[in-house]
């Protein structure tokens, strides 16, 4: 593993999930699993800024971006390489709902890495856990911070901004390589171009064979939150009225 | 026969819904409203490279093809553009870069071409004149030689984007009709830069696309440089021709995208509106047109497909011509039709600013007068397709 050079020209990692939609219509196959049917993929919203801010960094210091993803997902890989990313690494694992295997699914392969900063999104849109950064740096022994909203790099340091509860910031300044997990909000993503949807053809994704026999997660079952029913109330306004003051008392809202 | 999209075409399409879903119909329901040109969408769709698509790499585009283009309107229309999605693209991708990119002279495309791939330079295009509309062969626009300069003089009428445009490309005769061995011969193509005091330009108040102008145009001895001809010198109408099929094959697209954004604003509207028991989306009555429409819209998207594949792979203009006559009359029928039928699921909903729906019957409304009528393409099919005797004179 080398050490950060100086901030003049940094190699980043970005780690980008293919994930559901949240505007998909999630229905079960069965207790253990979603049916696939009816399902939309796309780049996990949080990492379209951490690739964003990746490319960035990259315009500004120089380097070069590698972008990383588990699972089936050369799509999102590919609309990464196409936003300005070098290179993509695939590891075809399935890792369902278990961060701390995708954590180490990546850690296999990016310890043979050289790098000075990974980059990933502060969590995924479709599990929300806001594991797999935080776990990776521990298994990699590296600085992290997360939920962090600006970066600056400082002579072999990152001087980042994390979004705390109730507006307030923090400023924490990190030794590279380090990793970081980044708020949505941080950047603009840059919309796709044309030109790099075909610069990225000729871009490798290169594949790689990872076994993780370790599983931190059992799931028993899966089930939708039962639908809370709408109410209609008919009536005169005054009964409308009535229902409706009886209902928030009964809520314990007035 | 291959009708799947490559890795590459998909991506446009995704880029392009990425693009729309930022300029949702609220947004051009504001600029139709303020008749003002959409500034921030056309910085976007310049900085992600759609204005290049079809512009060779050595000048800064993509160097794709017609296809790649149809892709990204219909995906910018039907996902909330409506034809803005269309309409900044064929002034200034059609008219302006397509024209230049198949017969420019390379000092015309290293002038040109590099500034319109980036967004930087609009164009528009003045062909229709009031006394020769559908009749274009028809125009009185001349253009004389006079030493080593072209003195042009004439009326135009509808040059959608005249009033902005960097670069406008005008059609002009160069020899008299009368003098013509054949009506086709004596048309010549310039390129001019705008503003140019010769030039009078005119907005003219429409129906609908506020948010852009279309604008009578005079032409006062305005004089240019031998070279802004595109060669060869009367054999303009031919030239033309490159730029007609493309302009009507993404008309056709701004058919299919308009009605497909129409009809899923309506299809959510039925869903959730009940006047009587059920929704209003359960009753055939208002189910059918729609789906009937639909599935017209998309037999005319194959076919306008069929007419870009035959363009890009160099088919002579005939047969593209063929395809994208018969597209447009497809589309525009089922387009219409879905646009009303989307507008009546509305009930007086669809009447307000406030649901969009009217602006895209007002937009749909073009597409049966430009830039071909229904009529003229019907009499092409008629006369060159099915071997009818030509139904005018001319
Ligand atoms: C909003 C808008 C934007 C435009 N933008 C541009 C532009 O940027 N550049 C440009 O050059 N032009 C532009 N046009 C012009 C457009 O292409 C013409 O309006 C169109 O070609 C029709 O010509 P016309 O209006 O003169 O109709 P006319 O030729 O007068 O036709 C009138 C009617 O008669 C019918 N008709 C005519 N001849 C026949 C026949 N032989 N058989 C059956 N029916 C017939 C037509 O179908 C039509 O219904 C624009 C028009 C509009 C409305």
């Not at chain 1, 409308?240 to 009964?250: D, H, R, S, V």
């Not at chain 2, 007002?362 to 060159?384: D, F, K, S």
Request: proline letters at 4%; charged letters at 25%.
């Amino acid at each position: 593993m080398k050490i950060g050079n100086g901030g003049e020209s940094l190699k980043i990692f970005v780690l980008a999930k293919h994930a559901i939609d949240t505007e998909s219509e999630i229905r079960l196959k069965d207790e253990k699993s979603i049916d696939e049917k009816g399902l939309i993929y796309d780049i996990n919203d949080w990492d379209r800024y951490a690739i964003e801010e990746a490319i960035r960094l990259k315009e500004m210091h120089g380097g070069e971006v590698t972008v990383i993803g588990v699972g089936n997902n050369e799509d999102t890989l590919r609309k990464c390489l196409a936003m300005g990313a070098d290179r993509a690494i695939k590891i075809p694992l399935e890792t369902g709902m278990d961060p701390y295997k995708t954590a180490l699914a990546i850690k296999d392969v990016i310890s043979e890495e050289n790098f000075d900063l990974i980059i990933a999104g502060l969590m995924s849109q479709d599990c929300n856990n806001a594991l797999v950064g935080a776990l990776l740096a521990s298994m990699l022994n590296l600085p992290f911070a997360t939920a962090v909203t600006s970066v600056k790099v400082e002579d072999g340091k990152l001087r980042v901004t994390r979004e705390l509860e109730g507006g307030y910031q923090e400023e924490v300044i990190l030794q590279l390589p380090c990793l970081i997990t980044v708020q949505s909000g941080i950047n603009e993503p840059r919309y796709v171009s044309i030109m790099g949807i075909k610069r990225a053809k000729s871009k490798e994704i290169k594949e790689v064979d990872v076994k993780v026999d370790k599983e931190m997660i059992e799931l028993e079952r899966m089930y939708l939150p039962p639908v809370k029913k709408a109410e209609l109330i008919t009536g005169s306004a005054d009964e409308i009225a009535e229902k409706l003051i009886e209902i928030f008392k009964e809520k314990g809202v007035i | 026969m291959e009708f799947s999209m490559s890795d590459e075409q998909r991506m446009i399409a995704d880029t392009a819904r990425e693009i729309a879903e930022d300029f949702p119909p609220e947004y051009w329901r504001e600029k139709e409203e303020k008749q003002e040109f959409a500034e921030e969408f056309w910085r976007a769709i310049s900085d992600a490279g759609f204005v290049g698509i079809i512009i060779p790499e050595e000048y800064g585009g993509a160097g794709m093809g017609m296809i790649e283009l149809l892709i990204a309107m219909e995906e910018l229309a039907a996902n909330g553009c409506g034809m803005a999605g269309v309409w900044y693209l064929v002034l200034t991708e059609v008219f302006g870069a397509l024209s230049i990119v198949k017969h420019g002279t390379e000092k015309q495309k290293e002038k040109y071409l590099p500034k319109i791939a980036k967004g930087k330079l609009e164009f528009c295009m003045a062909l229709t004149e009031p006394d020769a509309g559908t009749n274009t062969l028809n125009i009185k626009t001349t253009a004389k030689k006079d030493g080593d300069e072209w003195v042009i003089n004439g009326n135009k009428i509808f040059i959608s984007g005249a009033d902005r445009a960097g670069g406008m490309l005008i059609v002009a005769r160069t020899t008299p009709k009368e003098k013509a061995p054949r009506r086709t011969y004596g048309i010549s193509l310039f390129l001019v830069e705008l503003p140019n005091p010769a030039i009078r330009i005119n907005p003219i108040p429409k129906h609908g696309i506020n948010y852009s102008k279309t604008c009578e145009v005079s032409f006062n001895d305005l004089r240019l440089p031998e070279d802004s001809l595109i060669p060869p010198q009367d054999e303009g109408w031919y030239l033309i021709l490159d730029i007609l099929n493309p302009e009507r094959m993404s008309f056709t697209t701004a058919a299919i995208g308009i009605s497909k954004l129409a009809i899923n604003k309506a299809i959510e509207y039925s869903k959730h509106r009940r006047v009587f028991v059920d929704p209003i989306g359960s009753y055939q009555a208002l189910q059918f047109p729609l789906a009937e429409s639909y599935a017209m819209l998309e037999a005319a998207k194959l076919m306008n497909f069929k007419a870009a594949w035959l363009f890009d792979n160099n088919v002579n203009y005939r047969e593209v011509g063929s395809f994208a006559n018969m597209a447009k009359v497809v589309a525009v029928e089922a387009g219409i039709k879905a646009v009303y039928w989307a507008m009546q699921i509305f009930g007086g909903y669809g009447y307000t600013k406030e649901y969009d729906v009217e602006r895209w019957w007002r937009e749909i409304n073009l597409i049966r007068l430009a830039p071909v009528t229904q009529q003229m393409a019907l009499a092409y099919i008629g006369e060159h397709i099915l071997g009818m005797p030509k139904s005018y004179r001319v």
